[in-house]
């Protein structure tokens, strides 16, 4: 699944909810992991499901359906305690629901936390380390400077 | 359309995944236990569905994380795999893999349903809005023939999702 096809799955969602749930609100739905990293445009590797760390309680019932979960909530530790203040929007939906994803370094530091080979694999990745260039990220340029290696 | 078997969904799910694009045995493998840990969940399904459990076995090079590849494996292989995916028993690594087949296995009848639900929704919005077909087919330059049938008698093979999307967002604009 690449950056198309988890644009397309959200689009979706956000068409069903707009045509079922009749109220005027709008909701919302922040995608992290490596959904969030290809969404950002930093790694284009495989993945099926969708991680989402937050998503409207009028929502939630959808997610599956779309292959999204909200699993990796549980983990919201891992994430800066202000991560919604740096929130990037997505350019899909906006019918009824708002996506975001969490920022660059706010999902680096999330799996730079996390014990998982899975989530250091994408850390790593020279995509991720080259996206820091020109940024005032402390966290990507520490790890440039000491040419982080996986072993 | 032939339906997605959890077989096909599999095959080409590691290959996507391999950082080599392959369903070799070896190269996954080897992958799997170096730097694409990712693989190893869709991999020993893959090995199991496919009945190459022994074949994967004697594929897996030794290694820091070999014994754990094989473990995982000698697991999975005493346990009726299907039935536990099924009931939602199998660790998450796996039940993962399994719901995402699911998923894509429902697309086409999910997007089906929802084109009717958008139908339902352009019906309703036409009414309070005093929208009519004309108006729409006019200024999105579709077809009318083809907007009328899936509009008048929920003819849903005569306009894409695409279409029906943008005749959902004109009307619910209008």
Known sequence: MDYDSILDRLDKMDVEAFTTLDTPDMYKMIVVGGSGLILLGTISRATQD?????ASPEIQH????YDANLRVSTYINNFPYNFEDRLVLLPVGGRKILFYTASLED??????????DTDRQDVISESVLKKSTGRNCGILLWMKMRRWQVR | MREL???GFLSS???????????DLQTLAREAITDNPRLKAPLLLYAVEYEKIHLLKEKIPKGENAAELIHMLDALSEQNVRDELENGKLPE???????????????PKRDGDLKDKMRDKILALQQQKNCTNYRIYTDLKLNPGNVNSWLKNGNSAKVSFKTAEKILDYVAGY
């Open chain 2, 13 to 23: 799910y590691i290959k996507q995944l391999s950082v080599n694009d392959t369903v």
């Open chain 2, 93 to 107: 690594e796996y039940q993962k893999v399994w719901n995402s087949y699911l998923v894509r296995k429902n697309a």
């Open chain 1, 62 to 65: 959808l997610l599956a359906k």
């Open chain 1, 107 to 116: 999902i680096v530091v999330a799996k730079l936390y996390s014990a998982r």
């Open chain 2, 5 to 7: 078997t959890f077989r």
């Open chain 1, 50 to 54: 969708i991680d989402a760390i937050d």
